[in-house]
């Protein structure tokens, strides 16, 4: 092969002198790397500038025990060390996908090639500089991809709940509205008085709107056990079941005696049923109004967490609902941790981008929650007060805190404290970023054991 005019059919390379390039070739080892063959390895030190002249390779990492590609290098790819890189091992596999043909430069020639050959070493820190740009970039974008699966997860948990109750109280209504004609055939066939069905109307009605009431387990395992004696002594079909839904609407012995006395015994068990069918249906009104709420609720706490309908500018936006939007999005992870939300109240609107301060949240309340995932105490404190032009926003978790020696790394990009493949290390660095470029505000830490605390200071007029 003639290396010479390979490098030279590199579009980075292809306006550098030759003699630099004759140095280059001069300085470097060229070797082979057969299909199949790794180039380097995880934990492989970076020190060497690697060309790839023939072929090409494609960067395998291990996530949880199995190997996914995250990209290639092909042929006229500039890799490996690079001039003024901090890089010091390798991440992932570099696997041949052919026969190659590599041309690799120690780092030991490199302050020799940056004293004497300056196209060249500008070229190599032009290389460098692309590939931070384009490695942030993917970062980034894993980062939120990971981020959207968290919440994609979250919606698909907070949403089957309620979808789930609406299926089943549907599929219980049909099938209870299937049976109705049977006991209207036997209600209609009663003959009452004007008082009575009054009576009986206004008992019924009253119970209805009382709603169900909410009482302890065992309370209700009392009050039930009490109504079924009384229907069991009035030879009252399907009493278990009655004696539920009727102290759920709060009928005791009174009422049902207060009845007994209006109505002939044998026509008891048929109005009883009747009421029950009727206290029933509405209860499964109930739970599947109850659920479409929720449902309708997620789906708005969803719309106003991402401003899908709104231009990406800053608009005057009351913080409270950015906090309590992102709680809701985040609440299949909060189910064990105490949220204590001390909020000044008349608390002024900041004109602020809406969507990227959600992200801001995000970011600070979910580090909260992992901090706290194995304390004792799991509490989530967020505070927001006014003062002066600004709006502060305090989140406090009893997680196990950061250490000092690393309190001034953590918003660094790509430094984290978390396991790999839990973090990146771009939540904080895009806390810092969004607070402090885009909205010219302040971000302060005071971590200690038990008692971590994020201040956000952001204006509240737009600077």
Request: charged share 25%; net charge negative.
């Amino acid at each position: 092969m003639n290396i010479l005019a390979a490098l030279q059919e590199i579009e980075e390379l292809k306006d550098v002198p030759e003699e630099q390039l004759n140095w280059l070739i001069s300085k470097s080892e060229c070797y082979s790397v057969d299909e199949g063959k790794t180039l380097f390895a995880p934990g492989d030190p970076i020190n060497r500038l690697h060309i790839i002249l023939k072929g090409g390779f494609t960067l395998r990492l291990k996530r949880n025990n199995q190997f996914v590609s995250v990209g290639k290098f092909e042929q006229n790819t500039i890799t490996g060390m690079l001039p003024y890189s901090r890089a010091h091992s390798a991440l992932a596999y570099a696997e041949a996908l052919s026969d190659c043909q590599v041309l690799s430069l120690d780092e030991k020639y490199f302050k020799e090639m940056i004293r004497d050959q300056h196209e060249l070493t500008t070229v190599f820190v032009h290389a460098m500089s692309t590939r931070i740009r384009q490695f942030t970039q993917r970062e980034q974008q894993d980062d939120k991809m990971m981020a959207l699966g968290k919440l994609s997860a979250g919606l698909a948990h907070e949403l089957n709940n309620p979808s789930s109750a609406v299926v089943r109280s549907s599929q219980e209504l049909a099938k209870l509205l299937k049976v109705n004609p049977e006991k209207f055939k036997n209600i209609i066939k009663i003959k009452m008085s004007d008082e009575v069905i009054n009576k009986m109307s206004d008992v019924l009605f009253s119970k209805i709107n009382s709603g169900i009431k909410e009482l302890s387990l065992m309370e209700k395992s009392s009050m039930e056990d009490e109504l079924m004696d009384w229907l069991d002594d009035h030879s009252i079909e399907d009493s278990d079941e009655i004696a539920a839904n009727f102290v759920d609407y709060g009928l005791t012995e009174e009422d049902l005696d207060s009845m007994a006395a209006e109505i002939p015994e044998e026509n008891l068990n048929s109005i009883l049923s009747w009421l029950n069918q009727v206290l029933t249906t509405e209860k499964l009104v109930h739970e599947i109004q109850d659920a479409s709420q929720r449902i309708n609720d997620l789906v708005s706490s969803v719309k106003s967490y991402t401003h899908m309908d709104q231009a990406p500018e800053k608009t005057s936006t009351d913080i409270h609902v950015g906090l309590n939007n992102t709680l809701t999005m985040l609440n299949h992870k909060l189910k064990n941790v105490k949220v204590i939300k001390n909020y000044e109240e008349d608390l002024p609107l900041a004109c602020v981008l809406a969507s990227p301060l959600n992200q801001v949240w995000t970011n600070l309340i979910d580090n909260a929650i992992d901090a706290m995932e194995d304390q004792e105490v799991k509490e989530l404190t967020i505070t927001t007060k006014r003062e002066g032009k600004f709006i502060n926003v305090k989140l406090t978790d009893t997680g196990m805190g950061i250490p000092q020696d690393i309190q001034d790394k953590i918003f660094d990009p790509f430094f984290t404290t978390k396991p790999v493949g839990k973090g990146t290390g771009l939540g904080l660095e895009f806390v810092q970023q969004i607070i402090k470029v885009q909205h010219h505000g302040s971000v302060y830490l005071e971590s200690e054991p038990g008692n971590t605390t994020f201040t956000i200071c952001i204006p509240i007029e737009d600077n």
